[in-house]
């Protein structure tokens, strides 16, 4: 099992608990072969966190420091990155931080398999759309390097926003390296005014691949109405391009099949925004992020998870305590 935490440094951060929970219940219907199933939830210790299936394998951002994915594997990888993100489309949230280091390439028998992870940023457009105490007008979420022009700008973000980061995310499974690089303000000028480089330009000898930059240009149009509407007409569009053996529309069928079903979040809890993530086992291996602690635990034996995030929180999460306001 993995548990992701939001360190107490930025508890200050969360929204109400209301909307954790909120976001957390969204997560758990989630349920999908390539998006991390999201198994638990809560708050403990004032530490929100949420307990997530362990996954073996590795990031697509330590995949592409290898260099790019043969083209048959980054057409399987992009259907499955779209598959798992037409679901989230489907429900009506939004993703909003598509990145290489948000998708995670699990190991299995047949090769790497796509799950989609950090819905840390993920909203109810509906229900934002609704209640506008939800979101802070002008908020700036994501990553310089895959931020839709829209989200540099601050305006409203919609699944489109998302289409766009994919098309730059699967821009680079094919060619082994970002379609833009410099500064952060750099990278956002980029985003906002210049069109995506050819494949051909940046990795000759990538099979199909003027149709493929037609495809990318699409998806990743300054302006969204351009874009494809959701990731599921992105997937169709690509569908099209792909080799016959990079389908793997079969085996995302079967692995529908033995799925477990939609999580029932225990507990009350507060917003994971800032993004921090534990995974936790038996054997304690502490990653330190930015914003948090990932633990890897071998075994879902033992312990419950309450029990070892008690054990593992107290050390790691104990900065300089606010004196007695929580
Ligand atoms: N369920 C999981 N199992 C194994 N590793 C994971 C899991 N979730 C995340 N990771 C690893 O931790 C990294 C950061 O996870 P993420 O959810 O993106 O946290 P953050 O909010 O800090 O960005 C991922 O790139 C991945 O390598
Ligand atoms: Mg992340």
Redesign the pocket.
Known sequence: M?L?VLRKQHNEHWGSRQRFEREARALGTLAHPHI?AVTDFGIEEDVPFLV????EG??L??RLRGGPLDAELAHRCAQELLAGLGFVHERGLVHRDIKP??I?LERTEQGPRVKL??F?LAKLVVATAHDANLTRSGEVFGTPAYMAPEQVTGEAVDARTDVYAAGLVVFEMFAGRRPFVGSDSELLRQQLVDPLPRLGDVRPGVPGSERLDSLLLRATHKEKKQRFADAGQMAAALQELAPRRANSKARTARAGSSRPLSPRPSRVASVLRA???L?CGVALTA?V????V?Y?LDSPDGPSHRVLLKRALAPLLDEPRAPAQR
């Open positions: 993995a992701k991390v997530m299936e362990l996954l590795e990031s951002e330590s280091g948000n995670f992870l950090d840390g993004g921090a993530l995974v990653i992020l930015a914003g948090g990932i890897l």
